[in-house]
């Protein structure tokens, strides 16, 4: 079975600063990775996704992230915080297929700061 | 952009009651999904659907039941709201093969029991 751990349930950074949200995984297969971001009273939508391909996939938004094997890390940056970044954001992990194949992580809330 | 669409967005009913949550998706998917998630959580699967004729429970348990009996179509009942129903539920689609874990979201529907 997979798991995923998102390290940081809240993270506040100031507009224009850099944004770093962390991802780990566990996986027994190569495993593909998603990260997907929420804004209140919305449903999900997807920002990028890593499918062994290359490791540093760009996404939506000026987001981009890199699948890192030897860490089994998937960290989520952008160069630059908008106002407008402020939502949740979800790591997913995918193994297979049907109902298991996908595990979600628990969320980090990102909040940004005029 | 995606095309699965719930209804009603925001519900608020009495206990005892019977409720239908609409699900449509008009992209062909043949699997679908219905998460639970309360206000700053993640995300719990408690239907999951293969296709037409085709469903199963989720890793969370729930006294909601589901439907498949139309592709596009995916509704979920709950016989009898209590309180303890007071949640977001988020529907999802994804294609049969490929990308596993893609997921279109709908927008979500709030229900509130009293």
């Known amino acids: 079975a997979q798991s995923v751990t998102q390290l940081d349930s809240h993270v506040s950074v100031s507009e224009g600063t850099p944004v770093l949200l962390r991802c780990n995984y566990s996986?027994?297969?190569?495993?593909?990775l998603f990260w997907y971001v929420q804004h209140p009273n919305k449903g999900l939508q997807l920002l990028l996704k890593?499918?062994?391909?290359?490791?540093l996939v760009k996404g939506i938004n000026g987001f981009e992230a890199e699948f890192k094997k030897s860490e089994t890390s998937f960290h989520l940056t952008k160069p630059s915080a908008h106002m407008s970044d402020a939502a949740e954001y979800f790591c997913?992990?995918?193994?297979?297929?049907?109902?298991?194949?996908?595990?979600f992580g628990s969320g980090t809330r990102l909040q940004v700061q005029p | 952009e995606a095309d699965i669409y719930q209804t009603p967005r925001y519900l608020v009913i009495g206990t005892g009651k019977k409720i239908t949550l609409e699900c449509s998706q008009t992209?062909?998917?043949?699997?679908m999904y219905w998460y639970q998630q309360d206000p700053g959580m993640e995300l719990h699967l408690i239907h999951y659907?293969?296709?037409?004729?085709?469903?199963e429970k989720g890793d969370l348990s729930s006294e909601s039941t589901v439907s498949r009996i139309r592709t596009e179509h995916f509704p979920l009942t709950l016989e009898s709201a209590r309180p303890s129903h007071t949640s977001q539920y988020l529907c999802?689609?994804?294609?049969?093969?490929?990308?596993?874990?893609?997921?279109?979201f709908g927008e979500g529907s709030r229900l509130t029991v009293l």
């Open positions: 999802a689609s994804s294609e049969f093969s490929g990308n596993t874990g893609e997921l279109f």
């Open positions: 996986s027994s297969y190569s495993p593909s």
């Open positions: 890593y499918t062994s391909a290359a490791t």
């Open positions: 997913v992990v995918s193994v297979g297929t049907g109902r298991r194949a996908l595990t």
């Open positions: 992209m062909g998917h043949d699997k």
């Open positions: 659907s293969y296709g037409v004729n085709s469903t």
